[in-house]
T-cell receptor
Framework: GENVEQHPSTLSVQEGDSAVIKCTYS??????FPWYKQELGKRPQLIID?????GEKKDQRIAVTLNKTAKHFSLHITETQPEDSAVYFC?????????????FGKGTTLSVSS | DAGVTQSPTHLIKTRGQQVTLRCSPI?????VSWYQQVLGQGPQFIFQ???????GRGNFPDRFSARQFPNYSSELNVNALLLGDSALYLC???????????????FGDGTRLSIL
């Protein structure tokens, strides 16, 4: 089955700096990689995802890159703001019987100080 | 449109009791998945249901069971509760269709279950 490793576990940046979170996966058949943001006491919220037929995807200050050969993908947040402070999770799919499930990394706690 | 809704929001039980958690998916979504999130960790997959059939089961004991109804809502049942079952239980729905590959999963706010 799929295994997802995420690092760093904590990341502290100054407002306006960039933040990068990296994940590796084990199943070369995985073809979809979402990122979720979870604020304290709230639900995980999908912020961006990428499929294996593209190498990069951007949405305003957020971008995700994918290296299929090395089996890793990264989340890039530019011009960080205090409201970006949260726990970020990467995930990759694994096949169960006739369906699929997301396997999550352990999370990165991002703190943006003003 | 309404997102994924879960009930109840909080629940306190004692060891050995049984609990039922409920989830309504986003309109048009036929796939519902359940995840357990222990404090400080990422969500861990429990079940996926699609078209009222179990499509996948994670590494959880038989005390955990679920079902999906004709309107695609779902229930998660946990019997013989243990202290270690204390967690946030998340439901996610997606536009999953067999043979179409992975689709974005959208989470509800979860049910926080505390076992005393």
């Amino acid at each position: 089955g799929e295994n997802v490793e995420q690092h760093p576990s904590t990341l502290s940046v100054q407002e306006g700096d960039s933040a990068v979170i990296k994940c590796t996966y084990s199943d070369s058949a995985s073809n979809y990689f979402p990122w979720y943001k979870q604020e304290l006491g709230k639900r995980p919220q999908l912020i961006i995802d990428i499929r294996s037929n593209v190498g990069e995807k951007k949405d305003q200050r957020i971008a995700v890159t994918l290296n299929k050969t090395a089996k890793h993908f990264s989340l890039h947040i530019t011009e960080t703001q205090p409201e970006d402070s949260a726990v970020y999770f990467c995930a990759a799919p694994t096949v169960y019987q006739a369906g699929t499930a997301l396997i999550f990394g352990k999370g990165t706690t991002l703190s943006v100080s003003s | 449109d309404a997102g994924v809704t879960q009930s109840p929001t909080h629940l306190i039980k004692t060891r050995g009791q049984q609990v039922t958690l409920r989830c309504s998916p986003i309109s048009g979504h036929k796939s519902v998945s359940w995840y357990q999130q222990v404090l400080g960790q990422g969500p861990q997959f429990i079940f996926q249901y699609y078209e009222k059939e179990e499509r996948g089961r994670g590494n959880f004991p038989d005390r955990f069971s679920a079902r999906q109804f004709p309107n695609y809502s779902s229930e998660l049942n946990v019997n013989a509760l243990l202290l270690g079952d204390s967690a946030l239980y998340l439901c996610a729905s997606s536009f999953f269709r067999l043979g179409t590959g992975e689709q974005p999963q959208h989470f509800g706010d979860g049910t926080r279950l505390s076992i005393l």
